[in-house]
């Protein structure tokens, strides 16, 4: 089994709202990932967990905070978001970090800020 | 560091056509490549991988061959079908995350 849940699957959210967005694998793998992926763009790296500790932030705004409460869980706190944070964030998970590594994705969040 | 480029779409077939698509890569060492498919209105889905040189990934049909020797990783499929309509990202690691490709829109028609 390769699965990656995520939910919710849609979220609208005001920019002073505060949400959070939730990701769950059950296959023992030991890195987690955030991506965001724009309309008809390809899927772009925001943070990386390995070992449940952060190891990558690839200079994202700090009104994103993720959370790694357990090797299975990844959590994306959102805060006062803009419209341009409007796009679809996939969760993805690895066996280990590293080149030879498959990450399996979940179907994502379609996030709409107004 | 390592990079991946594809070839532009949209690709329009019809219903049992043969499929390709383009991919080259540049890559210090020798990364696992990866071809993923997104369809419409949802997340990305592995479709096929390859672990070193020569290597054939396959998976529903489609098949792509690790080329060290022309750094290319082109996706196949010898007849498609309307389902195989979707995006599909070329990808390999570069550290711990991956780069895609563009992505290819292809479009099946009966």
């Known amino acids: 089994d390769t699965e990656v849940t995520q939910t919710p699957k849609h979220l609208v959210m005001g920019m002073t709202n505060k949400k959070s967005l939730k990701c769950e694998q059950h296959?023992?793998?030991?890195?987690m990932y955030w991506y965001k992926q724009k309309a008809k763009k390809p899927p772009e790296l925001m943070f990386v967990?390995?070992?449940?500790?952060?190891?990558i932030n690839e200079s994202v705004p700090s009104r994103f905070s993720p959370e790694c409460p357990n090797s299975s869980l990844l959590n994306l706190h959102l805060h006062a978001l803009q419209p341009e944070d409007s796009a679809l964030y996939l969760c993805a998970s690895s066996q280990l970090a590293g080149q030879q590594e498959t990450q399996y994705f979940g179907p994502g969040t379609r996030l709409l800020v107004l | 560091g390592n990079s991946v480029t594809q070839m532009e779409g949209p690709v329009t077939l019809s219903e049992e056509a043969f499929l390709t698509i383009n991919c080259t890569y540049t890559a210090t060492g020798y990364p696992s490549l990866f071809w993923y498919v997104q369809y419409p209105g949802e997340g990305l889905q592995l479709l096929l991988k390859a672990t070193k040189a020569d290597d054939k990934g396959s998976n529903k049909g489609f098949e792509a061959t690790y080329r060290k020797e022309t750094t290319s990783f082109h996706l196949e499929k010898g007849s498609v079908q309307v389902s195989d309509s979707a995006v599909y990202f070329c990808a390999l690691p570069n550290t711990d995350k991956l780069i895609f490709g563009t992505g290819t829109r292809l479009q099946v028609f009966p």
């Open positions: 967990y390995s070992y449940e500790k952060l190891s």
């Open positions: 296959m023992g793998h030991r890195a």
